[in-house]
Every structure is written in C-alpha cells, then in structure tokens.
C-alpha cells in the first residue's frame, strides 16, 4: 500500500509541475532555466486547478496504477536485480507518459486547437513529466530495495525455503541463494523421494522429507515458500499433490521448470475462469507494452501528417502533372499475422506496371522472392526521386495512424512475394504489425539479401522494446537523406 501511495503521489507531484513549468515557458517566453529558477513551491500550493483536470488526473491515476500492477511492480522483487528493476519502472512510466501524450494530443485534435505552438508546448509538458517521474521513482525504489539487502544481512525480513526435487536445477538454485544473502532466502532443506544423486550427496545440502513425509514437515516448521523443482512430464502426480498440500496449509508455492525447449517462444502464465493457461507468443506480447508503441505510432503519425501536410499537396501536384495516372498508388500487403490491408504510397511508376513484372523477373538485382531493379524501366521521372528520399512511403503514415502498421516494424510484403517464402521461420515476421521503416532498412536498406533482410526482422521481434523502436526511428533519418541502398 505504501508503494502504490508513494507513486501516485510521485506521479501527481511531477504531473502538477510539468503543467506549471510549462505554463510559465508559454505565458513568459522564457527558457527552461529561467522557468525552474522562477518556480516556487508556493506557487505550485496556491495554483487553481479546474475540477475537469481533477476528475481526468484521477482517470490517469487509476491508468498509472494499472501499468505499475501490469509490470509486476507491486509483486515481490526479492530474485530480481536493480537492472531488472529500472528496466520494468522505466516501461511503466513510458507506457505511461505515451498515453497522457496521446490523449493530451487527441483532445486538443478534436478541440479544434491544435497548432504548432500547442504541439511543441504538449511535446515539452510530457517530457517535464516524464523526465522527473522516472528519475524520482527508479531513485526512491532503488534506495529501498539497497536497504531491504542490508536489513536482510543481518538476519531480518527473511523468506525460509523448502526446494522439492535434488536437480541440477535445484542444486542451482541453492547456490544462488547462498551466494546472495540479501535476497533474504534462508534455504531450510531439500525434499525429495530417495537420496539424490551423487552430486547432490557431494554438495553437503540437507534432505530434510521424501515426498510422502512433506505435509507433515510442513505443518511443524516454519515455512513461507515450497519451490519445486521436479520434471513435469515424469512427476506430474507428486506435484499435483504437493501443490494441493501447500494450498490447504496457506504455503505458497513457486514452479521452477522448463516446460518446453528454452526457443519455442515466450511464455507466460495466464488466469481464467475456465483455468490457467500457460501461453507460448512468438513476440513480446504484453499489453501494456503494445499500447505504448500504439500510443507512439498514433502521436507520432499525426503529428508528422500535420507537419508534412504542405509536402503531401505539393508531391500530389507534382505526380499528378508529370504522368498520367492516379496520385497515389494503393496495394494489398500482409499485416499483422497476414491480414490483408491496402497499402498507400505516392504513385512512382507508370499504369499498368505490376502487369510487366514477369517480363522484368531476370533483371532482379536480389535473391528471394522479392524484386528489386536498380533503373526499373517502369519507375517515372519523378518517381526517382520521390523512392531516393523515400519520399512516396509518407503516405503510408495513414496506414499508421488507421493502425494497420505501425512506425517501427518489418516492412510490409505484397502477397507475390509471400508465396514465394520457402522458409517457415521467415513467416514469423508477420507475428507483428509491419512498419514504415526496420532494422535492414537503417543498416543498407535493399543492399542486403533477402535471407539477411528475413533473419534482422526476426532480430528486431525478438529485442523489441520502445527505446530500440526510438533508436531506429533516428537512425533512419541519416539512412534517408544519404539515400544508402534506395531503389
């Protein structure tokens, strides 16, 4: 309870401050220095705040909360380190940030009162926030989780653990406790049929039941956790009964196994009503993390739709009044888990130029079943330079904003060249919506092979996070304007 008050006071104090630095940047013109140095805690106590922005920082309060309790940041984080830590603050407050930002923005859209001063000023509101509020919160959780270590050292604040099975496993885990004190796990013994193997008789570790023996060992020793540590498939009923012993006696109880093969994807256990479900993704699916990135493909579209607004009407014109044919060229491509979706792009070709592939197949330029052509006989005059710049993907930031792509993600393939895939892996890409730009695309865009392109796409969905997506997303901007590897 005292953690969920500290962050919501946190949250509340930074939300309140970045509202009124940002008000005096707006009102005063003055720098972000100058603005700090006028502030005043007097100031922020004696601010009149509207009774709408109560009721919506108590909306955003409960969303906070709700992001924090997702990322486990209310569970024990005893095994956990303070990398891991930072790690799971900083998600839950950028996951936070984003969606303040997107909804501060889509007010504002919808208000009427948007404009490029607005923007910049909602732009350095959230930053004012997001900036202080992570700072505060990794500082606050770390010094208490440094001090819980050194309580634990000297014999308080201590977990007493039973291990069921002698394991390699097992075996392992024991040693991480005992080379780690102030996780505060006192390891009381071993339970398990038998006497271990000889590794185990070697280690010097206590068997203190066999598995028939542990309820009672139970009801008469002080216990707080049973981690097993058995092999599912071959003692499935010693564990089912041991799980239902701990239930009845209040214990908890941790399982520590490998289910399937380390590579099969990533697994996490889900709670229904029907039961527990025990899913294997293929990508990072947590919630919270997808409404972050959407959040940042909805703020990031619409604020690059609004700023290249005047570019969009001058390339329209252009195309138009240079070839003969539509302004933009629209095609079906495979989206998330190969849904189907129009693609939008500046028309860069001549009309009817899909219907001369097959006599351009033998002057591709690249491996796979993707066609690549250095000067595409079909590509107009200006269509050379609208695809040197990249220019004629800008409209595919609507596919963006409809939530089709997203900014960041493997590029979206015509169905031609999926049913040319000879490999299953290279469909795992589609576990993920597809992007206006990627990893290959940053590191030579189509100066690479077609199986180089397939295995960094699965690279990027195996280490995705929203900083890599803001590192690619700056790194394409250089890649751009060199034109490295466009066709």
Excluded at 256 to 267: N, P, R, T
Excluded at 329 to 336: A, I, K, N
Excluded at 435 to 457: A, P, V, Y
């Amino acid at each position: 309870m005292i953690l969920q008050l500290f962050d919501l006071t946190a949250m509340f104090g930074c939300l309140a401050l970045s509202n009124l630095v940002s008000a005096k940047l707006s009102a005063e013109s003055l720098g972000i220095t100058s603005a700090l140095e006028h502030f005043s805690i007097s100031e922020l106590a004696e601010t009149r705040i509207p009774i709408q922005s109560v009721a919506l920082a108590l909306l955003f309060s409960m969303i906070w909360h709700a992001f924090f309790s997702y990322f486990k940041l209310y569970n024990s984080r005893r095994l956990t380190s303070m990398l891991d830590d930072t790690r799971q603050i900083l998600k839950a407050t950028t996951a936070g940030a984003l969606v303040l930002l997107t909804a501060d923005i889509a007010s504002r859209f919808l208000s009427g009162g948007m404009s490029g001063p607005v923007l910049r000023d909602v732009y350095l509101s959230s930053v004012l926030f997001y900036v202080p509020v992570s700072f505060v919160t990794v500082t606050a959780r770390l010094s208490l989780k440094f001090l819980l270590r050194q309580v634990r050292l000297y014999g308080r604040n201590l977990r007493y653990v039973v291990l069921v099975g002698t394991g390699t496993r097992a075996m392992k885990l024991a040693a991480r406790f005992e080379r780690a004190p102030e996780l505060g796990y006192q390891l009381l013994g071993f339970a398990d049929d038998g006497t271990g193997d000889s590794e185990f008789q070697a280690s010097g570790y206590v068997l203190v039941s066999d598995l028939d023996g542990l309820p009672e060992y139970l009801r008469t020793t002080v216990i707080d956790e049973v981690i097993i540590c058995l092999p599912i498939e071959s003692r499935y009923p010693e564990i089912s009964r041991i799980v239902a012993d701990c239930a009845r006696q209040g214990i908890m109880v941790r399982f520590l196994s490998e289910i399937f093969q380390s590579d099969a994807g990533y697994l996490r256990a889900e709670q229904y009503a029907e039961g527990a479900f025990i899913s294997v993704s293929p990508a990072k699916v947590e919630v919270p993390r997808l409404l972050a990135k959407r959040a940042l493909d909805f703020v990031g579209s619409l604020t690059l739709l609004f700023a290249f607004a005047p570019l969009f009407l001058l390339v329209a014109a252009l195309v138009k009044g240079t070839s003969r044919g539509p302004v933009f060229f629209v095609q079906e491509r495979l989206g998330y888990n190969k849904r189907l979706f129009p693609l939008v792009k500046f028309r860069t070709m001549q009309v009817g130029a899909e219907a001369r592939l097959d006599e351009l197949k033998a002057a591709n330029e690249v491996d796979g079943p993707a066609f690549k052509m250095t000067n595409d006989p079909r590509v107009t005059t200006i269509g050379k330079f609208l695809r040197k710049t990249s220019i004629d993907e800008l409209p595919q930031l609507l596919n963006v904003l409809m939530g089709d792509m997203s900014l960041v993600g493997p590029r979206p393939l015509p169905v031609r060249d999926y049913n040319g895939f000879e490999e299953d892996w290279h469909r795992r890409r589609f576990s993920v919506k597809p992007g206006l730009t990627c990893t290959w695309q940053i590191s030579g865009r189509s100066d690479i092979s077609f199986s180089d392109w397939m295995r960094m796409d699965i690279q990027y969905i195996d280490n995705w996070s929203l900083l890599l997506d803001l590192s690619i997303l700056l790194g394409t901007i250089p890649a751009v304007v060199k034109g490295r590897g466009a066709r």
